[in-house]
Nanobody
Framework: QVQLVESGGGLVEAGGSLRLSCVASGSIFSINAMGWYRQAPGKQRDLVATIRNGGRTQYADSVKGRFTVSRMNRQVYLQMNSLKPEDTAVYYC?????????WGQGTQVTVSS
């Protein structure tokens, strides 16, 4: 059974920084990508950043230049700088293995103005 556990969310003032972490455990044989999505109240879950095998990264336009995704083995991180109130959301860790996606339970990030 695959499990993803996130940490690092919280409350921060606009302009501040947070670092999210996610560790994957279980029977994982071939990771295609790991990354982060977010969902604000009343909105759909959207891509924030992913990193694929080989290191290729993809970012939402709204976070380019402010967020950095990185990965080490079964851990993925999201360094978030220059946070804005519109970054407020529940952030979900994602693991892509073959044709399957796995999700963490989510961690709340709240940015006050």
């Amino acid at each position: 059974q695959v499990q993803l556990v996130e940490s690092g969310g919280g409350l921060v003032e606009a302009g501040g920084s947070l670092r999210l972490s996610c560790v994957a455990s279980g029977s994982i044989f071939s990771i295609n990508a790991m990354g982060w999505y977010r969902q604000a109240p009343g909105k759909q879950r959207d891509l924030v950043a992913t990193i694929r095998n080989g290191g290729r990264t993809q970012y939402a336009d709204s976070v380019k230049g402010r967020f950095t995704v990185s990965r080490m083995n079964r851990q993925v991180y999201l360094q978030m700088n220059s946070l804005k109130p519109e970054d407020t959301a529940v952030y979900y860790c994602n693991l892509a293995v073959g044709a399957r996606d796995y999700w963490g339970q989510g961690t709340q990030v709240t940015v006050s103005s």
